[in-house]
């Protein structure tokens, strides 16, 4: 059985940095691409960031690009969301999702999800 | 980016109701569209992929349909756990991205 679990979350001041892991299980982490889905609350879904299979290539939406840093540990069946300057309305629910494939962008498993909340 | 407009923002329907809700890409997406049914405080689960195929393990009271721009999502007979917020998602270029959802409520 595919499981993502989520953890690192928490209160953090505005400025602050925070970094979130996902722990996989049931399936061949290093096979797939995985990403960092978001949503502020009450608030649609935003996809925050997606790594390659080696970690050699990421992507970014504008809205994180320069703070947010995604990456993984094939080893230990574990991604990561180091995020950085934080602000106000980077407050939400974070998951961890698998990409479906390589060359196909959705995503077939998520988390549970981990909140942040930025605030002073 | 690709902008997905879906509409309604809500619905009000009762049990049993045959229901479509639609999302626009704002360019064509060549099918490379997913929907996805989030029940309150639970993540998102995949329903549909590549606009028309079910998910194993999806009712298949559930279908997809459309191309270029323009996408549906029908629930035929609408039961009690379909109650819920779908998203459509853009899932062929990058930066991914959403629709902002439709909420279906029970009249």
């Known amino acids: 059985e595919v499981q993502l679990v989520e953890s690192g979350g928490g209160l953090v001041q505005p400025g602050r940095s925070l970094k979130l892991s996902c722990a996989a299980s049931g399936f061949t982490f290093s096979n797939y691409y995985m990403a960092w889905v978001r949503q502020a609350p009450k608030k649609g879904l935003e996809w925050v960031a997606t790594i390659s299979t080696s970690g050699s290539r990421t992507y970014y939406p504008d809205s994180v690009k320069g703070r947010f840093t995604i990456s993984r540990d094939n080893a230990k069946s574990s991604l990561y969301l180091q995020m950085n300057s934080l602000k106000s309305e980077d407050t939400a629910t974070y998951y961890c999702?698998?990409?479906?494939?390589?060359?196909?962008?959705?995503?077939?498993?998520w988390g549970q999800g981990v909140m942040v909340t930025v605030s002073s | 980016d690709i902008q997905m407009t879906q509409s309604p923002s809500s619905l009000s329907v009762s049990l049993g109701d045959n229901v479509t809700f639609t999302c626009e890409a704002s360019?064509?997406?060549?099918?490379?569209l997913a929907w996805y049914q989030q029940k309150l405080g639970k993540a998102p689960k995949l329903l549909i992929y590549g606009a028309t195929n079910l998910e194993d393990g999806v009712p298949t009271r559930f279908s997809g349909s459309g191309s270029w721009t323009n996408y549906s999502l029908t629930i035929s007979s609408l039961e009690p756990e379909d109650i819920a917020t779908y998203y459509c998602?853009?899932?062929?270029?990058?930066?991914?991205?959403f629709g902002s959802g439709t909420k279906l409520e029970i009249k």
């Open positions: 999702a698998r990409h479906y494939s390589s060359y196909i962008y959705y995503f077939d498993y």
């Open positions: 360019e064509n997406i060549y099918g490379f």
């Open positions: 998602q853009n899932n062929h270029v990058y930066p991914l991205t």
